[in-house]
């Protein structure tokens, strides 16, 4: 190749990769703006219409079965696609249809979701941000003729977007909306994008006024060859919770399914909503709605029943699995969080230390994503809470399993050598006969 040939060819690659950046960025913005702005009103609404119903029924949580009842129905009329929690439809619309989500999903959504949290059913609101913004950010690539490969990508900014936007996380929003895809593999291709996409939502909603979670920070926590251990033991814990999790959110989807088919359609809803009214009436009211007044005051030291883990577990897979709409992860939150806490009082450990821990770690297993779970620890409690959290996360993730609480991500590794599984199948696919028909 001759000097001029040479320096040709190089010209032509910077100048196709210089275009290509500029209308990255410009994309990344929009998408940005645009599931930063979704957020806000989601956010605004959410909290609106929780006012509202405490003000016009203090005892909200009673009306439990009505509200799923609305959700279901919402769902089940106007857009079926909407039903679940958020993320998981957006992964499955990414991987099946580039990206294509109706347009119909971002009102379903929202009031089924509204419906859902405003009268005490146990779920997140991350799941429907996701969604939300993933939704406005499809129908944007529509009117703007993106290629097919093109929409996927910036359908993932808005994935990343909408989860940043949540917690004032953009790191890990960057990180969780290309490691959420695959277990095993990474889309660093729509790094930059996700990246760019995460800032931009996150400074709108801090700029609309919308006030993100904060952790003051409670002192370094040396690392010593007994903490090693006592995270490594952890790890197994939270492994063991998170498959309880995850199991039992399929097992009652199914058996909600079940219910309405052979029974009536209004069932699930009423048994789901009985069974949160009876959880208040006992004294676990902390379990219902979103939690997030839980969450801040156990990584601060705080504590609560030890047993709020399980109860918040079962909330959780009932309220999703008999008609409610809302996300996981906030719940992952809670229930790492009180699972750290509890864990330390066990041995009287620190317990805002593993409550902290509890959080990265839950997310980091049951959405088998070890790296993003990782940076959220830093983000949100201090690089020496990383450390600690990556040793518990990674013991976790391995012995999870070929499982997830996103049963539309792609297998692209088996955890385990001893293991032979497909891969590039989803993992749901696996999920149906480990949880369904018990074993390989």
């Known amino acids: 190749m001759g000097v001029r040939s040479y320096f ?22 929009i998408a940005g703006l645009v599931a930063g702005c979704g957020a806000f009103l989601f956010l605004k609404a959410l909290k609106f219409s929780a006012a509202w119903v405490a003000g016009l029924f203090p005892a909200a949580f009673l009306l439990a079965p009505l509200g799923l009842l609305l959700s279901k129905l919402l769902v089940h009329f106007f857009s079926p696609e909407a039903r679940g929690h958020g993320t998981e439809r957006v992964i ?14 971002f009102p379903v959504k929202t009031l089924a979701t509204l419906c859902t949290l405003s ?6 609101k ?18 703007f003729r993106l290629s097919l490969q093109d929409l996927r990508r910036f359908v993932m900014c808005g994935l990343s977007a909408g989860f940043a936007a949540v917690f004032g996380t953009p790191v890990t929003g960057a990180i969780f909306g290309i490691e959420v895809l695959y277990v095993g593999q990474m889309e660093y291709g729509s790094l930059m994008s996700s990246t760019i996409a995460s800032f931009i939502s996150v400074y709108v909603v801090e700029v609309l006024g919308v006030r993100q979670v904060y952790f003051p920070s409670l002192g370094a926590h040396p690392l010593s060859f007994q903490v090693m251990l006592w995270a490594v033991a952890f790890g197994v814990v939270v492994a063991l919770v998170a498959r309880l999790f995850i199991n039992l959110t399929y097992w009652t989807e199914r058996f909600g399914d079940l219910l309405g088919r052979k029974l009536a359609f209004w069932v699930p ?19 219902l709605g979103v939690g997030m007044e839980v969450i801040e005051k156990t990584v601060q030291g705080n504590t609560f029943p030890g047993e709020l883990w399980f109860v918040k577990i079962v909330l959780v897979a009932l309220t999703l699995g008999m008609g409610g709409s809302g996300g996981v992860v906030t719940p992952m939150f809670f229930i790492g969080s009180i699972l750290g806490m509890s864990f330390a009082r066990l041995f009287s450990l620190n317990t805002a230390f593993w409550s902290q821990i509890g959080l990265a770690a839950f997310l980091g297993a049951c959405a088998n994503t070890p790296i993003a779970a990782t940076i959220m620890a830093a983000e949100l409690f201090g690089f020496d809470r990383a450390v600690v959290a990556l040793l518990s996360v990674v013991v976790a993730y391995k012995l999870l399993g070929h499982r997830s609480i996103y049963p539309s991500q792609l297998l692209f590794m088996s955890k385990s050598l001893s293991i032979d599984v497909p891969l590039g199948r989803a993992v749901g696919e696996l999920q149906q006969k480990t949880v369904g028909r018990g074993g390989y």
């Open 92 to 105: 499955e619309a990414i991987h099946q249809r580039y990206g294509k989500i109706d347009f119909r999903v």
């Open 119 to 124: 009268f005490g059913g146990s779920a997140g």
């Open 269 to 287: 809803p009423l048994l789901g909503g009985v069974a949160l009214i009876g959880a208040a009436l006992l004294g676990y009211k902390e379990a």
């Open 8 to 29: 040709r060819t190089e010209f032509n690659e910077l100048f196709l990769l210089f275009l290509s950046t500029v209308k990255w960025l410009a994309l990344a913005c």
């Open 126 to 143: 991350e799941g429907p941000i996701a969604q939300i913004g993933a939704s406005l950010v499809s129908m944007l690539g529509h009117l």
